[in-house]
Protein backbone atom coordinates (compact mmCIF):
# COMPACT_ATOMS: atom_id res chain seq x y z
CA UNK A 1 0.00 0.00 0.00
CA UNK A 2 1.27 3.73 -0.84
CA UNK A 3 0.90 5.46 2.57
CA UNK A 4 1.58 8.64 4.37
CA UNK A 5 3.05 8.38 7.77
CA UNK A 6 3.09 11.00 10.15
CA UNK A 7 4.42 9.47 13.79
CA UNK A 8 3.57 12.46 15.80
CA UNK A 9 0.01 12.51 16.69
CA UNK A 10 0.70 15.54 19.20
CA UNK A 11 3.40 17.97 19.29
CA UNK A 12 3.44 21.72 21.41
CA UNK A 13 5.66 24.50 20.85
CA UNK A 14 6.04 28.04 22.35
CA UNK A 15 5.28 31.16 20.54
CA UNK A 16 8.35 32.26 18.58
CA UNK A 17 9.85 28.99 18.45
CA UNK A 18 10.58 26.73 16.19
CA UNK A 19 8.91 23.44 15.48
CA UNK A 20 9.17 20.85 12.75
CA UNK A 21 6.93 17.92 12.06
CA UNK A 22 7.42 14.41 10.26
CA UNK A 23 6.48 12.81 7.64
CA UNK A 24 7.49 9.51 5.83
CA UNK A 25 5.23 8.24 2.38
CA UNK A 26 5.87 5.37 0.10
CA UNK A 27 5.74 5.25 -3.79
CA UNK A 28 6.84 3.68 -6.64
CA UNK A 29 6.45 6.61 -8.46
CA UNK A 30 8.79 8.89 -9.56
CA UNK A 31 6.05 11.66 -10.82
CA UNK A 32 4.26 13.18 -7.68
CA UNK A 33 3.74 16.36 -5.17
CA UNK A 34 3.88 16.36 -1.48
CA UNK A 35 1.91 19.11 0.57
CA UNK A 36 1.23 19.98 3.49
CA UNK A 37 -2.47 21.17 4.33
CA UNK A 38 -3.79 23.20 7.90
CA UNK A 39 -6.72 22.31 9.50
CA UNK A 40 -7.51 24.86 12.18
CA UNK A 41 -10.57 24.31 14.25
CA UNK A 42 -13.00 25.59 11.96
CA UNK A 43 -12.07 23.02 9.89
CA UNK A 44 -11.21 24.70 6.61
CA UNK A 45 -8.11 22.82 4.87
CA UNK A 46 -5.48 25.93 4.35
CA UNK A 47 -2.84 24.79 1.59
CA UNK A 48 0.29 25.24 3.61
CA UNK A 49 2.87 24.65 1.51
CA UNK A 50 3.80 22.03 -1.56
CA UNK A 51 7.06 20.21 -3.19
CA UNK A 52 7.62 18.55 -6.62
CA UNK A 53 8.96 15.62 -6.28
CA UNK A 54 11.03 16.47 -9.10
CA UNK A 55 12.80 19.50 -7.57
CA UNK A 56 15.92 19.28 -5.37
CA UNK A 57 15.53 22.58 -3.56
CA UNK A 58 13.34 23.01 -0.50
CA UNK A 59 10.15 24.56 -0.67
CA UNK A 60 9.68 27.46 1.26
CA UNK A 61 6.54 29.91 2.15
CA UNK A 62 7.27 32.87 4.48
CA UNK A 63 8.06 30.68 8.17
CA UNK A 64 7.40 27.88 6.51
CA UNK A 65 9.79 25.51 4.94
CA UNK A 66 10.37 21.64 4.31
CA UNK A 67 12.72 19.68 4.06
CA UNK A 68 12.50 17.22 1.50
CA UNK A 69 14.35 14.00 1.45
CA UNK A 70 13.91 12.01 -1.67
CA UNK A 71 16.03 9.19 -1.26
CA UNK A 72 14.46 8.31 2.35
CA UNK A 73 11.00 9.35 1.22
CA UNK A 74 11.29 11.74 4.01
CA UNK A 75 8.96 15.29 3.91
CA UNK A 76 9.09 17.33 7.06
CA UNK A 77 7.70 20.72 7.47
CA UNK A 78 9.18 23.48 9.92
CA UNK A 79 7.51 26.56 11.04
CA UNK A 80 9.47 29.29 12.24
CA UNK A 81 8.97 32.03 14.87
CA UNK A 82 5.58 29.90 16.01
CA UNK A 83 2.14 32.09 16.70
CA UNK A 84 -1.18 31.08 18.34
CA UNK A 85 -2.38 30.88 15.09
CA UNK A 86 -0.45 27.84 13.92
CA UNK A 87 -2.31 25.80 16.35
CA UNK A 88 -4.17 23.38 14.06
CA UNK A 89 -4.07 19.59 12.50
CA UNK A 90 -1.35 19.48 10.13
CA UNK A 91 -1.56 17.14 7.39
CA UNK A 92 1.26 15.87 5.36
CA UNK A 93 -0.39 14.51 2.06
CA UNK A 94 0.77 12.67 -1.48
CA UNK A 95 -0.47 12.99 -4.89
CA UNK A 96 -0.78 10.65 -7.87
CA UNK A 97 -1.51 11.46 -11.02
CA UNK A 98 -4.20 9.09 -12.91
CA UNK A 99 -4.48 11.61 -16.04
CA UNK A 100 -7.02 13.64 -15.39
CA UNK A 101 -7.23 13.72 -11.78
CA UNK A 102 -4.87 14.02 -8.56
CA UNK A 103 -4.72 11.21 -6.20
CA UNK A 104 -4.01 12.77 -2.78
CA UNK A 105 -3.35 10.35 0.15
CA UNK A 106 -3.22 12.18 3.46
CA UNK A 107 -1.02 11.06 6.97
CA UNK A 108 -3.26 10.84 10.04
CA UNK A 109 -2.00 14.12 11.04
CA UNK A 110 -0.61 16.21 14.14
CA UNK A 111 -1.79 18.21 16.00
CA UNK A 112 0.42 21.36 16.86
CA UNK A 113 -0.84 23.39 20.24
CA UNK A 114 1.16 26.50 20.43
CA UNK A 115 2.00 28.12 24.07
CA UNK A 116 2.54 31.34 25.44
CA UNK B 1 -15.70 35.02 -3.70
CA UNK B 2 -15.62 31.46 -2.34
CA UNK B 3 -13.58 29.45 -4.48
CA UNK B 4 -15.05 26.19 -3.45
CA UNK B 5 -18.37 25.92 -1.65
CA UNK B 6 -20.78 23.12 -0.59
CA UNK B 7 -24.22 23.22 1.05
CA UNK B 8 -25.17 22.60 3.85
CA UNK B 9 -22.44 22.82 6.12
CA UNK B 10 -24.76 21.02 9.02
CA UNK B 11 -26.74 17.71 8.15
CA UNK B 12 -28.72 16.02 10.88
CA UNK B 13 -30.79 13.22 9.68
CA UNK B 14 -31.90 9.77 10.56
CA UNK B 15 -30.87 6.62 8.89
CA UNK B 16 -32.81 5.66 6.17
CA UNK B 17 -32.92 8.96 4.72
CA UNK B 18 -31.89 9.52 1.47
CA UNK B 19 -29.70 13.31 1.71
CA UNK B 20 -27.60 15.09 -0.93
CA UNK B 21 -24.58 17.69 -0.66
CA UNK B 22 -24.14 20.27 -3.19
CA UNK B 23 -20.71 21.56 -4.07
CA UNK B 24 -20.00 24.12 -6.89
CA UNK B 25 -16.48 25.79 -7.90
CA UNK B 26 -16.15 28.96 -9.62
CA UNK B 27 -11.65 28.51 -10.16
CA UNK B 28 -12.44 27.22 -13.59
CA UNK B 29 -10.53 24.09 -12.53
CA UNK B 30 -11.35 20.57 -14.39
CA UNK B 31 -11.30 18.25 -11.70
CA UNK B 32 -13.39 18.02 -8.84
CA UNK B 33 -13.47 15.49 -5.95
CA UNK B 34 -14.86 14.35 -2.81
CA UNK B 35 -13.31 13.61 0.53
CA UNK B 36 -14.61 12.18 3.64
CA UNK B 37 -13.20 12.69 7.20
CA UNK B 38 -13.65 10.41 9.50
CA UNK B 39 -13.74 10.65 13.58
CA UNK B 40 -10.17 10.50 13.78
CA UNK B 41 -9.46 13.13 11.45
CA UNK B 42 -8.40 10.47 8.88
CA UNK B 43 -8.70 11.68 5.16
CA UNK B 44 -9.93 9.22 2.50
CA UNK B 45 -10.73 10.39 -1.35
CA UNK B 46 -14.08 9.04 -2.43
CA UNK B 47 -14.55 10.12 -5.96
CA UNK B 48 -12.95 12.17 -8.37
CA UNK B 49 -14.52 13.94 -11.60
CA UNK B 50 -12.99 15.39 -14.41
CA UNK B 51 -15.18 17.61 -16.70
CA UNK B 52 -18.03 15.81 -15.77
CA UNK B 53 -16.14 12.36 -16.68
CA UNK B 54 -15.67 9.60 -13.04
CA UNK B 55 -11.92 9.15 -12.65
CA UNK B 56 -11.28 8.09 -9.50
CA UNK B 57 -13.77 5.87 -7.95
CA UNK B 58 -12.59 4.41 -4.42
CA UNK B 59 -14.29 1.93 -2.47
CA UNK B 60 -17.58 3.18 -1.67
CA UNK B 61 -20.42 1.90 -1.04
CA UNK B 62 -22.77 2.40 -4.03
CA UNK B 63 -25.56 3.82 -1.90
CA UNK B 64 -23.08 7.00 -2.32
CA UNK B 65 -23.53 8.59 -5.97
CA UNK B 66 -21.57 11.28 -7.24
CA UNK B 67 -23.40 13.23 -10.19
CA UNK B 68 -21.67 16.06 -11.94
CA UNK B 69 -24.15 17.80 -14.22
CA UNK B 70 -21.21 20.19 -15.36
CA UNK B 71 -17.05 21.14 -14.36
CA UNK B 72 -18.28 23.56 -11.77
CA UNK B 73 -20.56 21.00 -9.90
CA UNK B 74 -20.46 17.97 -8.49
CA UNK B 75 -22.77 16.89 -6.14
CA UNK B 76 -22.98 13.79 -3.31
CA UNK B 77 -26.22 11.68 -2.85
CA UNK B 78 -26.57 9.33 -0.11
CA UNK B 79 -29.16 6.90 -0.01
CA UNK B 80 -30.08 4.96 3.21
CA UNK B 81 -27.84 6.43 5.51
CA UNK B 82 -26.38 4.61 8.23
CA UNK B 83 -25.20 5.17 11.62
CA UNK B 84 -21.57 5.07 9.99
CA UNK B 85 -21.93 7.35 7.15
CA UNK B 86 -21.80 10.37 10.02
CA UNK B 87 -18.66 12.02 8.72
CA UNK B 88 -17.31 15.42 7.53
CA UNK B 89 -17.45 15.20 3.51
CA UNK B 90 -15.13 18.03 1.96
CA UNK B 91 -15.81 18.54 -1.86
CA UNK B 92 -12.11 20.36 -3.62
CA UNK B 93 -11.34 21.05 -6.93
CA UNK B 94 -8.01 21.04 -8.54
CA UNK B 95 -5.77 21.85 -11.69
CA UNK B 96 -4.18 18.44 -12.73
CA UNK B 97 -0.94 19.25 -11.45
CA UNK B 98 -1.93 22.09 -8.80
CA UNK B 99 -3.16 21.85 -4.95
CA UNK B 100 -6.55 20.70 -4.31
CA UNK B 101 -8.24 23.58 -2.94
CA UNK B 102 -11.25 22.63 -0.30
CA UNK B 103 -14.28 23.68 0.72
CA UNK B 104 -15.40 23.89 4.15
CA UNK B 105 -16.71 20.58 4.26
CA UNK B 106 -20.09 19.31 5.50
CA UNK B 107 -20.55 17.37 8.80
CA UNK B 108 -22.81 14.71 8.45
CA UNK B 109 -24.75 13.44 11.79
CA UNK B 110 -27.20 10.76 11.45
CA UNK B 111 -29.16 9.48 13.98
Known amino acids: AQTVTQSQPEMSVQEAETVTLSCTYDTSESDYYLFWYKQPPSRQMILVIR??????QNATENRFSVNFQKAAKSFSLKISDSQLGDAAMYFCARSLYTGTASKLTFGTGTRLQVTL | DTAVSQTPKYLVTQMGNDKSIKCEQNLGHDTMYWYKQDSKKFLKIMFS???????INETVPNRFSPKSPDKAHLNLHINSLELGDSAVYFC??????????FGNGTRLTVT
Open chain 2, 92 to 101: ASSLLRGPLH
Open chain 1, 51 to 56: QEAYKQ
Open chain 2, 49 to 55: YNNKELI
